[in-house]
């Protein structure tokens, strides 16, 4: 039992801290698809490649075109939020009044040219993105060593995930965007442009991709593979969570990328998998989700 | 009565064609043919997108192999283990997955398989990157020699053509109407009284049992069983291969799997060799915008519009 408590406090706040990262990216992926799915009703397979599009779009801004960090994180989530909107009114829109498997296959599709397309030019190993020079360095705390740019990541994907969550329930466009989630033809019978909050939404919810790209490029290396590697995590983050409710996502997130964190503590061995444990265990006791209503 | 024909036509050219083509190219196209089908008999009359289902090839191929390797055991011996394997992880998955329906049906079944995929990538029976390699093709029944590519072939082409029958018989089945039932409507199947949830299950099951028996051949074809069978990208390609043959008929995994083979195998030797996934990708597109019938099913338009 003594072993049981002989816990290095170091390494444990240490895989705790990545765990908080890797969760803030979780919860910023399945607040976009939760975002996406609540109005489209589709799940977007092409969610991780938007995510992977970020980070190389930041990295070919950085390498070719000179602009850092900081304009990249502005510029690179209009971007692909732009590239998302015309996805949708090109390819999505024609098939929304199909079986949603079908835009879900699309959206696979669709995953699997840009994947290839970046493996193709730049290869599958990862490239490196410098952290930029404001945020290097860290802060000793008396239990573990907070590298900035971690501290930022988790601040500022919290604050991202907040200020959504707030537009969303508790602003006037939110509530468009809810009502439409509940009944669109109803909203449309008040005047409403339901079509152009659809495009507008799934916008969004490419921008929020693109933006955890972004953020993602200085500590993850940038590989093609990048997102269709979390992007199934993410499913089964939001099987646990269920998608009826934006907080439930962003809270089911950050709390799974708090598990898996410790269970690479614990027992380093299951910690790629542990997340998919805890759907199964979810499956078997919540069906619904943890914040999912009884379909 | 025609249609007697055409079967007896295909099988005669079935039985001839290691003459003109490549008898591993055949055997492969065989394999995922049979693999297509299995996935076409959950996607395509029962309406469940599975979106793992290379788990259930992988398992065959794992099983089967290791069986082999370790043991030395007769192929019929190790295919029909790595089939069981496949059923069991086929009853416990689809347990799992049927308690969530549509898209979250085709999620849990795709974070189960990473689940799989990680546990064979970790496993120290698998090989990890290199995968189980050297597999031995073995006497069939301690006789038949299968090393020789044109035996194997033949026992490939029983093998596709039992399962064939299998999920034909299935298919018109009573239990087949039920299935097709539940995708028109399931809503008026379950006030009909039918067990909805027992009938997905055992449609789950059958469909990896089969999807297992491909996976048990094809590691006996190429001697191999490997990573990129239980990969993410291995269940998009049988999905690509249902869709493009025409899901819900039964030629069309058949033809579809023949299809993406023969790109493949055209592509990989061509300039366009690394852009595979993007062709792949944007055939995925091109089926799902213009083409939802697939090939058999605008085979089938076409026919009963000129005969009207």
């Known amino acids: ?295 | 009565m025609n249609n007697k024909m055409l079967n007896l036509l295909l099988l005669g050219l079935a039985l001839v064609a290691p003459l003109a083509l490549y008898p591993v190219f055949l055997m492969k196209a065989l394999c995922f043919a049979l693999f297509a089908c299995a996935f076409n008999l959950l996607l395509g009359f029962a309406g469940l997108l599975s979106f793992g289902h290379a788990v259930f090839l992988g398992t065959g191929a794992y099983v089967t192999g290791y069986l082999m390797v370790t043991y030395g055991l007769t192929p019929e011996v190790g295919i029909l283990a790595g089939v069981g394997a496949s059923a069991l992880l086929g009853f416990i998955y689809g347990t799992l997955a049927v308690k969530r329906e549509g898209i979250y049906f085709a999620m849990v079944t795709l974070a189960l398989a990473q689940l799989a995929f990680f546990f064979y990538l970790q496993a120290p029976f698998t090989g990890g990157e290199d995968g189980l390699q050297g597999v031995p093709r073995g006497k069939l029944f301690g006789l038949v020699d299968l090393s020789d590519n044109l035996n194997m072939y033949y026992f490939v082409l029983a093998i596709f053509i039992a399962g064939f029958g299998l999920i034909r018989r299935t298919v018109h089945s009573p239990f087949g109407q039920v299935m097709k039932a539940i995708r028109e409507n399931e809503p008026r199947a379950i006030s009909l009284g039918y067990k909805v949830n027992q009938y997905k299950l055992l449609a789950f099951v059958l469909s990896a049992t089969l999807a297992g028996l491909a996976g048990s051949t094809k590691a006996l074809v190429f001697q191999l069983a490997s990573l990129n069978d239980v990969h993410w990208f291995m269940s998009g390609e049988v999905v690509l291969m249902t869709l493009l043959g025409g899901m819900g008929t039964l030629w069309g995994p058949v033809l579809g799997a023949g299809t993406i083979i023969a790109i493949q195998n055209v592509l990989a030797s061509g300039p366009l060799a690394n852009y595979i996934h993007v062709i792949m990708g944007i055939v995925f597109v091109l089926c799902v915008l213009a083409f939802r019938n697939g090939l058999v099913g605008e085979l089938q338009k076409l026919i009963r519009k000129n005969f009207n």
């Open chain 1, 1 to 295: 039992m003594a072993t049981l408590f002989d816990i290095n406090l170091f390494a444990l706040s240490g895989q705790l801290l990545i765990g908080l990262i890797n969760g803030s990216f979780y919860a910023l992926l399945a607040l976009g698809l939760a975002i996406i799915f609540g109005l489209l009703k589709i799940i977007n397979f092409s969610h991780g490649a938007l995510y992977m599009l970020g980070a190389f779009s930041a990295w070919i801004g950085l390498e070719y075109l000179q602009l850092n960090y900081w304009w990249a994180l502005v510029l690179v989530p209009l971007g692909i939020g732009v590239f998302g909107i015309l996805l949708e009114r090109t390819l999505i829109r024609p098939i929304a009044h199909e079986d949603h498997l079908y835009s879900l296959l699309l959206t696979f599709g669709i995953a699997l040219i840009l994947q290839g397309l970046f493996t193709h030019w730049f290869g599958s190993s990862g490239l490196p993105y410098a952290i930029p020079e404001e945020l290097q360095g860290g802060t000793r705390l008396p239990f573990m060593y907070l590298p900035n740019y971690r501290a930022w990541i988790i601040m500022f994907s919290l604050v991202v995930c907040a200020g959504t969550w707030y537009l969303i329930e508790k602003t006037k466009l939110g509530a468009y965007l809810r009502a439409g989630t509940e009944n669109p033809q109803l909203m449309q019978a008040f005047g409403i442009n339901v079509p152009l909050i659809v495009t507008l939404t799934y916008g969004f919810g490419a921008g929020l991709a693109g933006l955890a790209g972004v953020l993602a490029a200085p500590i993850y290396s940038v590989a093609p593979e990048m997102g269709s590697n979390i992007l199934i995590v993410v499913f089964a983050i939001v099987v646990i969570g269920g998608m009826g409710s934006i907080g439930g996502a962003i809270l089911t997130g950050l709390a799974m990328g708090v598990v898996e964190g410790l269970t690479k503590y614990f027992y380093p061995e299951a910690s790629n998998t542990v997340i998919f444990l805890v759907m199964v265990l979810v499956l078997l006791t919540k069906p619904a989700g943890l914040f999912g209503k009884e379909a």
